[in-house]
C-alpha cells in the first residue's frame, strides 16, 4: 500500500490515530508522519478531505500524542529504559534522542518535531527528566501547531495549485524524510571537545 492509498484509507479517525500514536508510542517510531501529514494536505488540495477539519484533528492528535508521551516517560520509562536492546527498543535510539534533548533543551521539542525517531522519543524523555509539564506543553503546543499545520497546508498548496501532483508524492515524501534526517546526519559527523569524531 502506497502512502497515497494509506491516507485515503485511514481517513480522519486514522490519520488522528497514527500520527497520535508516532508522537507518543517508542514503538511506534517507524510511522511516517511527516509523509502522511503531506499527502492528506495534498488530498486536502484536491477535495479529498477539508482542510480545517484536517489540520484541526492532526495539531489535536500531535499534542495529546507528545503529552501522553511525556506521562509514559514520567511513569513508565525507567523501567524500561534501563532493560537490554530488544526488537521493539534499541538504545541506540534513545542515545541519539538524549545527546539531542540534553544540546537543546526545551527547543528539542520543537525542533525534534520535525525529525524522525526523535519526534517519538523527545517528549518521553521530557517526562524521564521530570520537565516541569507546564513549560513542557508550551513547547508541545508551539511544535505541534508548526509541523501538523505546517506539513498539511504545504501539500494542501500544492494540491491546489500542481495538477497531477499525486504522481510526484512519492519522490517529494523521500525528499521530506531526508531533509528531516539531515541534522542527525550532520550531527554524527561533528567532533567532541577533544577533537574526536563523535559517536551516536
Same mark, same amino acid.
Request: hydrophobic letters at 50%; aromatic letters at 14%; a positive charge.
Given at each position: 500500500?502506497?502512502?497515497?492509498?494509506?491516507?485515503?484509507?485511514?481517513?480522519?479517525?486514522?490519520?488522528?490515530? @497514527?500520527?497520535?500514536?508516532?508522537?507518543?508510542?517508542?514503538?511506534?517510531?517507524? *510511522? +511516517?508522519?511527516?509523509?502522511?501529514?503531506?499527502?492528506?494536505?495534498? *488530498?486536502?488540495?484536491?477535495?479529498?478531505?477539508?482542510?480545517?477539519?484536517?489540520?484541526? *484533528?492532526?495539531?489535536?492528535?500531535?499534542?495529546?500524542?507528545?503529552?501522553?508521551?511525556?506521562?509514559?516517560?514520567?511513569?513508565?520509562?525507567?523501567?524500561?529504559?534501563?532493560?537490554?536492546?530488544?526488537?521493539?527498543?534499541?538504545?541506540?535510539?534513545?542515545?541519539?534522542?538524549?545527546?539531542?534533548?540534553?544540546?537543546?533543551?526545551?527547543?528539542?521539542?520543537? @525542533?525534534?518535531?520535525?525529525? +524522525?525517531? @526523535?519526534?517519538?522519543?523527545? +517528549?518521553?524523555?521530557?517526562?524521564?527528566?521530570?520537565?516541569?509539564?507546564? &513549560?513542557?506543553?508550551?513547547?508541545?503546543?508551539?511544535?505541534?501547531?508548526?509541523?501538523?499545520?505546517?506539513?498539511?497546508?504545504?501539500?494542501?498548496?500544492?494540491?491546489?495549485?500542481?495538477?497531477?501532483?499525486?504522481?510526484? &508524492?512519492?519522490?517529494?515524501?523521500?525528499?521530506? @524524510?531526508?531533509?528531516?534526517?539531515? +541534522?542527525?546526519?550532520?550531527?554524527?559527523?561533528?567532533?567532541?571537545?577533544?577533537?574526536?569524531?563523535?559517536?551516536?
Amino acid at each position: 500500500m502506497t502512502v497515497l492509498e494509506l491516507v485515503k484509507s485511514a481517513g480522519y479517525v486514522g490519520l488522528f490515530l @497514527i500520527i497520535f500514536a508516532e508522537s507518543s508510542l517508542f514503538f511506534s517510531f517507524f *510511522l +511516517p508522519g511527516s509523509s502522511l501529514l503531506f499527502t492528506a494536505g495534498v *488530498l486536502a488540495g484536491q477535495g479529498w478531505f477539508n482542510i480545517y477539519i484536517l489540520v484541526a *484533528l492532526l495539531a489535536l492528535a500531535a499534542i495529546l500524542g507528545d503529552s501522553f508521551g511525556y506521562w509514559f516517560g514520567s511513569k513508565i520509562g525507567p523501567a524500561i529504559f534501563t532493560k537490554d536492546d530488544s526488537r521493539f527498543f534499541n538504545k541506540k535510539h534513545l542515545k541519539r534522542t538524549e545527546l539531542f534533548y540534553e544540546k537543546h533543551g526545551s527547543k528539542a521539542i520543537v @525542533i525534534g518535531r520535525f525529525i +524522525p525517531i @526523535i519526534r517519538t522519543f523527545v +517528549p518521553m524523555l521530557a517526562g524521564i527528566g521530570r520537565m516541569k509539564y507546564g &513549560i513542557f506543553l508550551v513547547y508541545n503546543i508551539v511544535g505541534g501547531v508548526l509541523w501538523s499545520v505546517g506539513v498539511t497546508v504545504a501539500g494542501f498548496a500544492l494540491g491546489k495549485s500542481v495538477s497531477n501532483i499525486e504522481h510526484y &508524492i512519492l519522490p517529494i515524501v523521500l525528499i521530506i @524524510i531526508g531533509t528531516s534526517l539531515l +541534522p542527525v546526519v550532520l550531527e554524527s559527523f561533528k567532533k567532541d571537545d577533544n577533537g574526536k569524531q563523535k559517536t551516536l
